[in-house]
């Protein structure tokens, strides 16, 4: 049973705050160079990171991908971690020293293929007994297509549209299996053994033909616990907030502060309504970094050397050559921000890194007037400028505005993005989460069921169709101009190639701020 209130002494109901954690790695919050960091690779640096994470009753364990090495002025960057071994392999070996922690992986839906993807994912959900999510990341630039021969073969608007077409497709495979031993809902479909054709019936049949696929077999395995592994989304655009609302179960978000994150969580409701869907069927976790302390001025203090170890010297001209787009090497990084203009026209200086920031114009004219106005140095203004720490404080403290978070519903829980590797959430783990206990918003025992859906408070998975019709009724309304799901029910395979719905409204991007997504 789990153990949330789930009513206060005021009338609203108490959210319970949700934890997740995000394995440090290829970003530039992780310090590799802590005498107290460990290995990116060896298996017992994930073993620790989890087995903390489940210890303090986390949701999942989430891992980023990054399918090529990322690569600055040509050369392989090298001053962040580099590289990462392969996720489904990694999660599979974490499922077996693991009970409850739910095992998110991103895999790109375009340097994949559905059968091959669903089969691994299917495959995780059943060796985890159903703790299986996929963060579905669009990846369509050349630079990466390189690694798959596929160059930039996908157009940018083309790919939600393959995004969405996959995830369609990937959750016909998974339903299509017959019942198995673990399966929780759906029809038995009278299989014999998997891997056998004893009794298999029709079971795995599937075809599917649109713009993206032309495919048609036998899914190899039953249905696994959760059916439909947990889906995640992490774009940012309109088109990426609309493919979340009509395909996705969570969202992992850059939008970490309080006023950002309630508009965010408000902007997603109104687009989970078009989809006829409500707010608890899409759970919304910012990724966020922490630094405690036992008193408010030491969090400040350590939170303040972290900072120190997270730009180097080395790392901060690296860091403005991104927006500058020029060799900055012969700048002093502890002295003025360069005399030169930025070269905007050289925008690739980096490569394999997601860049939020579309115009640089404005953001370099800011930082430019900033260090001037505060007297700051290279190094200094990209302390500044760049991701700075969500929450810092004594536990006590941390634990309350998280929960301030959650009530006011700019988050439904917190992906932790801890600066080191394994140790990193080991003090949270110890301090903040009996903080969080004591407050009565966080559990004290998993849920019953065993599954990452239960641990995230969903419902049972929704057949494909379902979704297919909610997505084909949006556009509909939309088409009409009402703006408002009106249940209608058709299944349009041709029209998932142009399922979302291109919306005019701008980008959301904070114009002075660059805020590169510390998770790729
Ligand atoms: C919080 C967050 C985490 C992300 N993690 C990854 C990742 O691990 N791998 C990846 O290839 N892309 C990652 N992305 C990139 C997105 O999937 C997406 O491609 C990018 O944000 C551009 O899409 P948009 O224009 O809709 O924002 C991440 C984005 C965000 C906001």
Same mark, same amino acid.
Not at 119 to 124: E, I, P, Y
């Given at each position: 049973?789990?153990?949330?209130?789930?009513?206060? =002494?005021?009338?609203?109901?108490?959210?319970?705050?949700?934890?997740?954690?995000?394995? @440090?790695? +290829?970003?530039?919050?992780?310090?590799? =160079?802590?005498?107290?960091?460990?290995?990116?690779?060896?298996?017992?640096?994930?073993?620790?990171?989890?087995?903390?994470?489940?210890?303090?009753?986390?949701?999942?364990?989430?891992?980023?991908?990054? !399918?090529?090495?990322?690569?600055?002025?040509?050369?392989?960057?090298?001053?962040?971690?580099?590289?990462?071994?392969? *996720?489904? =392999? +990694? !999660?599979?070996?974490?499922?077996?020293?693991?009970?409850?922690?739910?095992?998110?992986?991103?895999?790109?839906?375009?340097?994949?293929?559905?059968?091959?993807?669903?089969?691994?994912?299917?495959?995780?959900?059943? %060796?985890?007994?159903?703790?299986?999510?996929?963060?579905?990341?669009?990846?369509? &630039?050349?630079?990466?297509?390189?690694?798959?021969?596929?160059?930039?073969?996908?157009?940018?608007?083309?790919?939600?549209?393959?995004?969405?077409?996959?995830?369609?497709?990937?959750?016909?495979?998974?339903?299509?299996?017959?019942?198995?031993?673990?399966?929780?809902?759906?029809?038995?479909?009278?299989?014999?053994?998997?891997?056998?054709?004893?009794?298999?019936?029709?079971?795995?049949?599937?075809?599917?033909?649109?713009?993206?696929?032309?495919?048609?077999?036998?899914?190899?395995?039953?249905?696994?616990?959760?059916?439909?592994?947990?889906?995640?989304?992490?774009?940012?655009? @309109?088109?990426?907030?609309?493919?979340?609302?009509?395909?996705?179960?969570?969202?992992?978000? /850059?939008?970490?502060?309080?006023?950002?994150?309630?508009?965010?969580?408000?902007?997603?409701?109104?687009?989970?309504?078009?989809?006829?869907?409500?707010?608890?069927?899409?759970?919304?976790?910012?990724? +966020?970094?922490?630094?405690?302390?036992?008193?408010?001025?030491?969090?400040?203090? /350590?939170?303040? !050397?972290?900072?120190?170890?997270?730009?180097?010297?080395?790392?901060?001209? #690296?860091?403005?050559?991104? %927006?500058?787009?020029?060799?900055? *090497? #012969?700048?002093?990084?502890?002295? @003025?921000?360069?005399?030169?203009?930025?070269?905007?026209?050289?925008?690739?200086?980096?490569?394999?890194?997601?860049?939020? +920031?579309?115009?640089?114009?404005?953001?370099?004219?800011?930082?430019?007037?900033?260090?001037?106005?505060?007297?700051?140095?290279?190094?200094?203004?990209?302390?500044?400028?760049?991701?700075?720490?969500?929450?810092?404080?004594?536990?006590?403290?941390?634990?309350?505005?998280?929960?301030?978070?959650?009530?006011?519903?700019?988050?439904?829980?917190?992906?932790?993005?801890?600066?080191? *590797?394994?140790?990193?959430?080991?003090?949270?783990?110890?301090?903040?989460?009996?903080? !969080?206990?004591?407050?009565?918003?966080?559990?004290?025992?998993?849920?019953?069921?065993?599954?990452?859906?239960?641990? %995230?408070?969903?419902?049972?998975?929704?057949?494909? *169709?379902?979704?297919?019709?909610?997505?084909?009724?949006?556009?509909? #309304?939309?088409?009409?101009?009402?703006?408002?799901? &009106?249940?209608?029910?058709?299944?349009?395979?041709?029209?998932?190639?142009?399922?979302?719905?291109?919306?005019?409204?701008?980008?959301?991007?904070?114009?002075?701020?660059?805020?590169?997504?510390?998770?790729?």
């Amino acid at each position: 049973m789990t153990t949330h209130p789930t009513h206060s =002494t005021h009338a609203a109901p108490v959210r319970p705050v949700h934890l997740a954690a995000h394995f @440090p790695g +290829v970003n530039n919050t992780t310090v590799w =160079t802590d005498p107290a960091g460990g290995s990116h690779i060896e298996f017992e640096s994930f073993e620790h990171f989890a087995r903390t994470a489940e210890n303090g009753l986390f949701d999942f364990l989430f891992l980023a991908e990054g !399918l090529r090495l990322r690569e600055h002025k040509g050369e392989i960057f090298d001053l962040d971690v580099v590289g990462r071994p392969e *996720t489904a =392999t +990694v !999660l599979a070996a974490l499922a077996q020293v693991t009970r409850n922690l739910g095992l998110a992986g991103t895999f790109s839906a375009t340097f994949n293929e559905p059968y091959d993807l669903a089969r691994k994912l299917g495959t995780l959900d059943h %060796l985890s007994a159903g703790r299986a999510a996929w963060n579905v990341v669009t990846t369509n &630039n050349a630079f990466t297509g390189a690694n798959f021969r596929r160059g930039g073969y996908l157009d940018y608007a083309d790919r939600y549209a393959r995004a969405e077409d996959f995830i369609s497709v990937a959750r016909t495979l998974w339903e299509s299996g017959a019942a198995g031993p673990g399966a929780v809902s759906g029809s038995d479909t009278g299989a014999g053994p998997a891997g056998t054709s004893a009794g298999l019936g029709e079971s795995g049949a599937f075809s599917h033909r649109s713009d993206f696929f032309d495919i048609a077999g036998r899914y190899p395995l039953p249905r696994s616990r959760q059916v439909h592994p947990v889906i995640f989304q992490a774009g940012d655009s @309109p088109d990426g907030r609309d493919f979340a609302a009509g395909s996705a179960d969570v969202i992992f978000t /850059r939008h970490s502060e309080l006023e950002e994150g309630k508009a965010f969580y408000a902007d997603i409701t109104r687009r989970l309504a078009r989809y006829g869907r409500g707010e608890d069927e899409l759970k919304i976790y910012p990724g +966020v970094t922490f630094v405690l302390g036992d008193t408010a001025a030491e969090a400040e203090e /350590r939170a303040a !050397l972290i900072r120190r170890q997270q730009v180097s010297g080395p790392g901060a001209i #690296a860091f403005l050559e991104q %927006l500058w787009g020029r060799d900055l *090497t #012969a700048y002093d990084p502890d002295g @003025p921000l360069p005399d030169v203009d930025p070269d905007f026209d050289n925008a690739d200086i980096t490569r394999g890194r997601v860049r939020h +920031v579309k115009d640089p114009r404005p953001v370099a004219r800011a930082w430019r007037e900033r260090a001037e106005a505060e007297g700051l140095s290279i190094r200094e203004l990209v302390i500044e400028v760049s991701a700075r720490h969500s929450f810092v404080g004594t536990p006590g403290r941390v634990a309350e505005q998280m929960n301030e978070y959650v009530q006011q519903r700019a988050a439904d829980g917190f992906i932790l993005v801890p600066h080191l *590797t394994p140790g990193g959430l080991d003090e949270f783990v110890a301090r903040v989460v009996p903080e !969080l206990q004591e407050r009565g918003v966080y559990r004290t025992e998993y849920p019953e069921g065993g599954t990452l859906r239960d641990n %995230l408070g969903l419902g049972g998975y929704r057949p494909d *169709t379902e979704w297919a019709a909610a997505r084909a009724a949006a556009r509909d #309304a939309h088409r009409d101009g009402t703006g408002h799901h &009106n249940g209608t029910e058709h299944r349009d395979q041709a029209g998932h190639s142009a399922a979302a719905e291109h919306s005019t409204e701008n980008s959301t991007q904070p114009p002075a701020a660059e805020k590169e997504t510390a998770h790729v």
